[in-house]
């Protein structure tokens, strides 16, 4: 005699877990560090190598600058300490000690990874140079994911030839708690859709730095345009490189913009919006404006060198 036999099917629903995008940039953070999100079906994946493109200033000075952020902090669990991080300087145009000066931000249970964005000219003297290393850094503890965007000062000198990094001379700063109020310029900043910040640059506004003055300007530049910030305060060179003067970045006064619609870099040569830009804020006062081009001449406000070539520098002698 057969047995019926009755088959119970259970339906589970699944969640289908969304990647996170860096493209663009996120609501300021509720809290002062870095949200924590687990995944199980993304795999970790390994830095992004930055390639310089035909149009860039400096290219060697850059590369070594960036093959240098990406070698510290890219690494396997167990690694994430600094004899690990000498040892992964030593066959780069680097000084291994460099390695001691990171510690803070190397994690020995982590798997890391980290994505050069850009690495911004921050000053050229003779034989010294710095590099704004625009820099996310991710790390992975288990399932647990973690990301931080710094901009970082990186020191080299060209020795025979060649660009060697010889120092870092900052980390990008520290996370600030969120202030539970903000002015309407710094807040429309953190919010627009058109405006990429680093993390620096978001802890700089949290922590009132910056004057609104500076803020207005980068929002009304963004209203018709995308642009990528490089630099606020945070991993800016304290002096105007090569000199005794304390820099208008410093106390909030200035912003650096390395994308505007495209690489500020790209449009020397194919052109874009930069050029009537850079009129529109000398009509407006900017007080201090460095690009690629010189639009009033010996004197003026606007003034173009080596250093200038890569990134759009506005800055307020007074606030």
């Not at 995008?21 to 609501?27: K, N, Q, T």
């Not at 396997?76 to 066959?91: C, H, I, K, N, Q």
């Not at 650096?256 to 790209?266: C, Q, S």
């Not at 606007?302 to 307020?316: E, P």
């Amino acid at each position: 005699m057969k047995v019926a036999r009755t088959f119970v099917v259970v339906l589970v629903p699944v969640v289908l877990l969304g990647g996170c995008s860096y493209d663009r940039p996120a609501a300021p953070p509720e809290r002062p560090r870095p949200a924590v999100t687990t995944s199980t079906t993304t795999p970790f994946p390994g830095p992004e190598a930055w390639v310089p493109s035909p149009n860039e200033v400096e290219p060697q000075l850059k590369r070594a600058a960036a093959d240098t952020i990406r070698a510290l902090f890219s690494y396997e669990p167990g690694a994430g300490v600094v004899d690990a991080a000498r040892e992964r300087l030593g066959t780069l145009a680097a000084e291994p000690a460099i390695a001691d000066k990171v510690e803070q931000l190397l994690d020995p249970a982590a798997r890391a990874a980290a994505d050069v964005l850009y690495p911004q000219m921050g000053g050229l003297a003779g034989n010294r140079a710095s590099a704004m290393v625009v820099t996310r850094l991710r790390w992975q503890t288990g399932e647990a994911l973690r990301s931080e965007v710094r901009t970082i000062d990186v020191r080299l000198a060209r020795r025979e030839g060649l660009w060697t990094v010889e120092d870092v001379a900052s980390l990008g700063g520290e996370p600030v708690p969120v202030p539970t109020t903000l002015s309407p310029a710094a807040r429309r900043v953190l919010e627009h859709p058109n405006i990429e910040l680093p993390d620096s640059a978001r802890w700089d506004i949290h922590s009132g730095l910056v004057i609104d003055r500076v803020l207005t300007v980068l929002s009304a530049i963004a209203d018709g345009n995308q642009i990528r910030v490089g630099v606020l305060s945070s991993g800016h060179p304290q002096q105007v490189f090569g000199s005794a003067h304390t820099s208008n970045h410093i106390p909030g006064r200035a912003v650096d913009v390395w994308w505007i619609g495209a690489p500020v870099v790209e449009q020397v040569a194919a052109g874009g919006p930069l050029r009537s830009i850079v009129q529109q804020l000398l009509d407006d006062g900017v007080s201090e404006l460095g690009s690629p081009f010189d639009l009033d001449g010996p004197g003026g406000a606007n003034f173009a060198n080596l250093v200038h070539q890569d990134h759009l520098h506005i800055g307020f002698d007074s606030a």
